[in-house]
């Protein structure tokens, strides 16, 4: 299976922020096929497609209420909540051991700065690092909700997937538009929007994030973008058109079955909802 950069960020590899490249590297590591001309290779159980067996059982995890039907916009609370479950509660968390320097339980900043993506810049100039900096050390703060200067690994999640906390994501978020907006207007013209080395410029990127049509964009238009949560958005947006059929605001079993193809088919959907069965190990 061809793993697409859509994909990555389903997985919460952000791949333009300088805490996450250590996690990058090495799930290209892991899973980088040279003989295969490149393709990257994933889990066995994610290249089969969804079973009526798995949809249900997702839908009966999402139906807590037991209700029959789960409202529409619940679809996009559960992915936030298995996000924050993952985070939270995975057993590795490699990510957060591998900082843990002094194996004292919790994170420092000094052990932040000190990691492998903040010492080699990978090709990055001086003052690009420098800002990355300053985008992880307002999500630290953030994230450090006893202020106590240090990150337990119940904070950890946070940090690492800023959209799990609207205060994490708000603080990260603000400090990448302080960083990119250098004019100092409040706004971002499509030049700041793809400041970093790496981002290719996109009309259609930037005309869908501006919801107003002003050719700026402001805070607001940029958090689902920044902290890859718009890919997930399209994708339950998605799911609940298509499932959605009678448009009463509920989405029952039946209704997700029959749309079982549509959504396997649809690559960002397909994959959220494969993910879900795995984590539910279903």
């Given at each position: 299976m061809h793993l697409?950069?859509?994909?990555?960020?389903?997985?919460?590899?952000?791949?333009?922020?300088?805490?996450?490249?250590?996690?990058?590297?090495?799930?290209?590591?892991?899973?980088?096929?040279?003989?295969?001309?490149?393709?990257?290779?994933?889990?066995?159980?994610?290249?089969?497609?969804?079973?009526?067996?798995?949809?249900?059982?997702?839908?009966?995890?999402?139906?807590?209420?037991?209700?029959?039907?789960?409202?529409?916009?619940?679809?996009?609370?559960?992915?936030?909540?298995?996000?924050?479950?993952?985070?939270?509660?995975?057993?590795?968390?490699?990510?957060?051991?591998?900082?843990?320097?002094?194996k004292d339980g919790k994170v420092s900043w000094e052990e932040l700065l000190a990691s492998e993506g903040h010492q080699d810049p990978h090709g990055e100039s001086e003052e690009t690092m420098q800002e990355y900096n300053v985008h992880d050390e307002a999500k630290f703060k953030a994230a450090d909700k006893n202020q106590d200067g240090f990150l337990e690994k119940k904070e950890f999640g946070a940090f690492e997937s800023p959209e799990i906390d609207d205060a994490v994501e708000d603080a990260f978020v603000r400090a990448i538009f302080g960083t990119k907006d250098k004019d100092g207007d409040g706004s971002l013209t499509l030049e700041e929007f793809h400041l970093y080395k790496g981002e290719e410029l996109s009309r259609d990127d930037f005309a869908k994030l501006d919801t107003n049509g002003d050719g700026r964009l402001q805070l607001e238009e940029l958090k689902a973008w920044e902290t890859g949560r718009h890919l997930p958005e399209e994708a339950l947006k998605f799911v609940a058109e298509t499932a959605d059929v009678d448009k009463d605001g509920f989405v029952t079993l039946q209704e997700f079955l029959d749309s079982r193809r549509a959504i396997d088919e649809h690559e960002a959907a397909g994959y959220q909802f494969q993910e879900w069965a795995t984590q539910l190990e279903l």
């Open positions: 697409s950069v859509k994909a990555l960020v389903l997985l919460g590899l952000d791949l333009g922020v300088a805490h996450a490249e250590e996690d990058a590297y090495e799930f290209f590591e892991q899973h980088y096929d040279e003989e295969e001309g490149g393709n990257l290779e994933v889990d066995e159980g994610l290249e089969e497609g969804l079973t009526d067996a798995q949809l249900e059982g997702i839908f009966r995890v999402m139906d807590a209420k037991k209700t029959g039907k789960v409202p529409v916009a619940d679809i996009h609370v559960f992915w936030r909540e298995m996000l924050e479950r993952e985070m939270n509660h995975s057993a590795e968390h490699s990510y957060f051991f591998r900082l843990d320097s002094n």
